[in-house]
């Protein structure tokens, strides 16, 4: 920023004020600047009024403006683009506005260009008229900041005007019970472009917090901040230092985690993993996308990670009018990297493998199923072989299954670097486990973790039978004694749901099965109360009795 706009005020010297009305000696120094945003771009324009009592602009109903900015060329000049209003002087500033008038500033320094003093303090925008202009009234000093740190641009009148969504009452229920995302039904009027850092405010003028705004995806608003926090680039920087934090007190055996989960670490739709010396991240909304280069120097700063690569490729994106886009943003990403968890190395593939490379959040489930590994283990859905590679320690014989050829390739690879036996087989799980219960194949203990079933509400009867379909034969397949670990990361089909379906297939398996484990998600990947969307993994560890 400009040195000149970071000078503080002093509230000493000559001021606008030429002949003050009222009886507060205070107020005497003050004048008032009002921000006019007529209805057509690029016409907005600086007024100030001068010789009024700050004080009257807030207590009377109505304010006339004395004086246009053109009269004025320390006040025009900053922002004097665009043909002055001439009406400003004519116009009438009620107070029935969704906001009270606002003082902008105590202007203390004679002939203080208007900008300036917006920029030093708290600054506030009043319309020029009594229509919708009400959206953009009000705004922070912080708020207005980070978003000039945000597009580093030098103050325009554009910049001025900060962007802002009203959103109805449904959408402030919503923001009450904890809920972070406003849809678009919900939204009652928008003054904010494609990815804007927006102030969201209730159709009665409150102001309830900052947020990224979509003008895509049906999750029209994501909230950052409440009241009047400022979510500006330090709130985004303060975040991320929680997050890794609080994964760095998780003491994870394993080189690589989730350092930050998007809602549950108050960053919307932002995924950032590590990977040994490299992070990979998601933007996947249109505000995190613009927020890239506050959230990759954070991270370089914080973690001085070799490379930060952008794994920007989900079809989430689509949605939001992204594109789709692998890419280094920060110093070196090697094709393969090397990470270790619980013992077991991999080579991971951070550009093309599924998720960021690896399922993290997997990680403790694979310990904890590692507890019951004996005899003969059959991982399903294994991908790069995380279950069966752990597992196949404490077994005599794994097979692991997945109809990825790369997935099982990348299976015998870790096999190999590992020194452990994993008979992978390339074969659709359905069809193999017919053929195996044909077989009168029998296991110790089977895993189950497929891709999401139920990607949408649609699709959730579908993916019950799906999901029944594969517990049935799992079931089936398992010798007496024998444990099944049994998973969904549908976040459509809740743990309630899930069980149900396990409880049916254990019905028509015709056997005793007892939970010995309710799992989820791991703790790098923790669930936000009142957002259901975060907790999405659910796993059970059961015994088959019978
Ligand atoms: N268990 C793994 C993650 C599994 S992800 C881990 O801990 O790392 C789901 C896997 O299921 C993917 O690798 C995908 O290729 C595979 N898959 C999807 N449909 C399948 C099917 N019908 N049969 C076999 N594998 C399937």
Request: a negative charge; aromatic letters at 4%; hydrophobic letters at 45%.
């Amino acid at each position: 920023m400009a040195p000149a706009l970071e000078r503080r005020v002093e509230p000493e010297g000559e001021d606008l004020v030429s002949e003050p009305e009222g009886d507060d000696p205070a107020a005497h120094r003050q004048d008032v600047g009002v921000v006019v945003l007529p209805r057509q771009a690029r016409r907005e324009q600086i007024v100030a009024e001068r010789g009024s009592n700050a004080g009257d602009f807030v207590r009377r109903d109505l304010l006339a403006l004395a004086a246009a900015a053109e009269d004025d060329a320390s006040i025009g000049l900053p922002l004097g683009h665009g043909a002055p209003d001439r009406e400003a002087d004519r116009r009438i500033v009620d107070r029935l506005f969704a906001v009270r008038p606002v003082i902008v500033d105590l202007v203390a320094e004679a002939r203080e260009r208007l900008l300036q003093v917006l920029l030093e303090r708290e600054a506030c925008v009043i319309g020029a008229d009594r229509d919708a202009h009400d959206a953009r009234l009000y705004y922070t000093l912080s708020a207005f900041r980070s978003q000039l740190s945000a597009d580093s641009r030098e103050p325009t009148a554009e910049s001025l005007v900060i962007p802002t969504v009203i959103i109805a009452a449904r959408g402030e229920e919503r923001l009450r019970s904890g809920h972070p995302w406003i849809y678009r039904a919900d939204v009652v009027d928008v003054r904010a472009a494609a990815g804007d850092r927006v102030l969201v405010r209730s159709a009665r003028g409150r102001t309830l917090g900052q947020a990224l705004y979509s003008d895509r995806s049906q999750i029209a608003i994501r909230m950052l901040s409440h009241g009047d926090e400022p979510a500006d680039d330090r709130l985004i920087r303060r975040r991320i230092e929680a997050a890794a934090a609080f994964r760095e007190s998780l003491r994870i055996d394993a080189t690589a985690y989730r350092l930050v989960h998007g809602e549950a670490d108050l960053l919307p739709s932002l995924i950032v993993d590590r990977y040994g010396d490299y992070l990979v991240l998601q933007a996947l909304s249109q505000g995190m996308d613009r927020l890239m280069p506050v959230v990759v120097s954070t991270l370089a700063d914080l973690l001085h990670p070799r490379g930060i690569l952008a794994r920007n490729d989900p079809r989430a994106r689509l949605l939001e009018g992204l594109e789709q886009r692998v890419e280094v943003l920060e110093g070196e990403v090697p094709e393969s990297v090397e990470v270790r968890e619980d013992g077991i190395e991999y080579d991971v593939d951070v550009r093309r493998g599924q998720k960021t490379g690896l399922f993290l959040d997997q990680r403790e489930n694979r310990e904890a199923a590692a507890l019951y590994a004996r005899g003969r283990i059959l991982d399903c859905f294994s991908y790069n072989g995380g279950f069966a590679l752990r597992l196949a320690r404490g077994a005599q014989e794994t097979i692991a299954l997945d109809i990825s050829e790369e997935a099982i390739a990348r299976v015998r690879a870790n096999a190999a670097r590992n020194r452990v036996a994993v008979d992978a087989r390339v074969g659709n799980v359905f069809d193999e486990l017919r053929g195996l219960d044909r077989l009168r194949e029998r296991f110790d203990a089977i895993v189950l973790d497929p891709p999401a079933f139920a990607k949408s509400k649609a699709a959730v009867e579908k993916a019950a039978a799906g999901y029944k379909e594969i517990n049935l034969r799992a079931l089936k397949l398992l010798a007496p004694g024998g444990t099944l670990v049994t998973c969904s990361c549908s976040y459509h089909v809740s743990e309630a749901a899930f069980a149900e379906i396990v409880y049916d297939a254990a019905i028509d398996a015709h056997t005793h099965v007892t939970v010995v484990e309710k799992r989820m998600q791991g703790r790098d990947h923790p669930v936000l109360l009142g957002v259901p969307e975060t907790y999405y993994l659910k796993c059970l560890i059961l015994r088959k009795l019978t």
